[in-house]
């Protein structure tokens, strides 16, 4: 019976997705779970170990991790503090990361071994589509890829990278490949950046950063970082330089924790060959940890974690001119 309930379920909720929805694409039979979450706006002014903040199709997203959640502002008027923020989901258990392909969302909701997607309502609610479980273990991080049409959503501790595809003309995702990376099974490894033909993994558990290729996934290149740089979190390319930011270094003190730079991946193999651009971009040494860096719409989104007791969590927005120059276009709040 149970199952004969969740069948018409699945039927119904696809139907009025075909009436709700405008524009040519419709939902498919059995696409997702139809739950709908109501809008709420936050009950806390601060984020707690937020690792991501995007703005994707012209609204601003944080992942708000250690509040099990992800919020969301239509307004380009931030605010001061997260009262008038909306909850996009709050059934998450350490939510990493958001990405979008303009129709639906898909978000790693990392320590379920979980994948999600979603898409918005006319009325703007948010409703979750589908739900895939047993994604390795602990996806952290996940990337739409215009190129090949996929989100790619990489498995932290597994070296696995799942790919996902949605149906031309519905909501509907599958998994179409997953790519193993052998060398990297076992170590802990945060995030990845799709860099033209290749993929760059930033890897703690393997000491630095791992390049293969986009198609291939075969052996690139390897960069091992000093022990001050050990806590590598993500790395990319942003004009001239390639940009690393850091949780702590080798041994996990997040005191030790920054963003530097350098004009080649090669660079971060010694500190003499790369620069420290934490207070560039609007952190504290010691006092916050960046986390993801985001490309959207040409513009880098990273998010700064207060880690001191009354220090509390912000973002950043930059890009670099062409000398080089950091331009820092927001830091909120």
């Given at each position: 019976?149970?199952?004969?309930?969740?069948?018409?379920t699945?039927?119904?909720?696809?139907?009025?997705?075909?009436?709700?929805?405008?524009g040519?694409?419709?939902?498919?039979?059995?696409?997702?779970?139809?739950?709908?979450?109501?809008?709420?706006?936050?009950?806390?002014?601060?984020?707690?170990?937020?690792?991501?903040q995007?703005?994707?199709?012209?609204i601003?997203?944080?992942v708000?991790?250690?509040?099990?959640?992800?919020?969301?502002?239509?307004?380009?008027?931030?605010?001061?503090?997260?009262f008038?923020?909306?909850?996009?989901?709050?059934?998450?258990?350490?939510?990493?990361?958001?990405?979008?392909?303009?129709?639906?969302?898909?978000?790693?909701?990392?320590?379920?071994?979980?994948?999600?997607?979603?898409?918005?309502?006319?009325?703007?609610?948010?409703?979750?589509?589908?739900?895939?479980?047993?994604?390795?273990?602990?996806?952290?991080?996940?990337?739409?890829?215009?190129?090949?049409?996929?989100?790619?959503?990489?498995?932290?501790?597994?070296g696995?990278?799942?790919?996902?595809?949605?149906?031309?003309?519905?909501?509907?995702?599958?998994?179409?490949?997953?790519?193993?990376?052998?060398?990297?099974?076992?170590?802990?490894?945060?995030?990845?950046?799709?860099?033209?033909?290749?993929?760059?993994?930033?890897?703690?558990?393997?000491?630095?950063?791992?390049?293969?290729?986009?198609?291939?996934?075969?052996?690139?290149?390897?960069?091992p970082?000093?022990?001050m740089?050990?806590?590598?979190?993500?790395?990319?390319?942003v004009?001239?330089?390639?940009?690393?930011t850091?949780?702590?270094?080798?041994?996990?003190?997040?005191?030790?924790?920054?963003?530097?730079?350098?004009?080649?991946?090669?660079?971060?193999?010694?500190l003499?060959?790369?620069?420290?651009?934490?207070?560039?971009?609007?952190g504290?040494?010691?006092?916050?940890?960046?986390?993801?860096?985001?490309?959207?719409g040409?513009?880098?989104?990273?998010?700064?974690?207060?880690?001191?007791?009354?220090?509390?969590?912000?973002?950043?927005?930059?890009?670099?001119?062409?000398?080089?120059?950091?331009?820092?276009?927001?830091?909120?709040?």
């Amino acid at each position: 019976m149970k199952k004969i309930y969740k069948f018409f379920t699945s039927i119904i909720y696809a139907m009025a997705f075909a009436m709700l929805i405008p524009g040519t694409v419709k939902a498919a039979p059995g696409a997702g779970s139809g739950t709908v979450f109501s809008l709420k706006t936050s009950e806390y002014s601060e984020s707690a170990v937020s690792t991501q903040q995007v703005n994707l199709n012209g609204i601003s997203f944080i992942v708000d991790t250690y509040h099990d959640r992800i919020l969301y502002k239509d307004s380009e008027n931030l605010g001061y503090n997260l009262f008038s923020w909306k909850v996009m989901a709050d059934d998450f258990n350490k939510p990493h990361s958001i990405s979008s392909d303009g129709s639906i969302y898909l978000v790693t909701d990392t320590d379920n071994n979980r994948v999600a997607t979603y898409t918005r309502l006319p009325s703007g609610e948010f409703i979750e589509l589908q739900s895939f479980e047993n994604v390795g273990i602990r996806p952290h991080y996940c990337v739409y890829d215009a190129p090949t049409a996929s989100f790619y959503v990489w498995s932290s501790y597994t070296g696995e990278m799942y790919i996902y595809k949605r149906t031309s003309g519905t909501y509907m995702v599958t998994l179409s490949a997953v790519k193993s990376i052998p060398a990297l099974y076992g170590l802990y490894t945060r995030s990845f950046t799709i860099d033209g033909d290749n993929i760059l993994l930033c890897s703690q558990g393997a000491g630095g950063i791992v390049v293969v290729n986009k198609r291939t996934f075969g052996f690139v290149g390897a960069y091992p970082v000093p022990d001050m740089l050990g806590g590598v979190v993500q790395v990319v390319h942003v004009g001239s330089h390639y940009y690393l930011t850091t949780s702590s270094d080798r041994f996990g003190n997040m005191n030790m924790a920054a963003t530097y730079r350098s004009s080649s991946l090669a660079g971060f193999m010694s500190l003499a060959t790369c620069e420290d651009v934490t207070t560039a971009l609007g952190g504290a040494s010691g006092l916050q940890i960046p986390y993801y860096i985001t490309e959207c719409g040409g513009l880098y989104y990273v998010r700064l974690i207060g880690q001191a007791s009354g220090y509390r969590d912000k973002g950043c927005v930059f890009t670099e001119d062409a000398l080089g120059n950091i331009l820092i276009l927001s830091t909120w709040p």
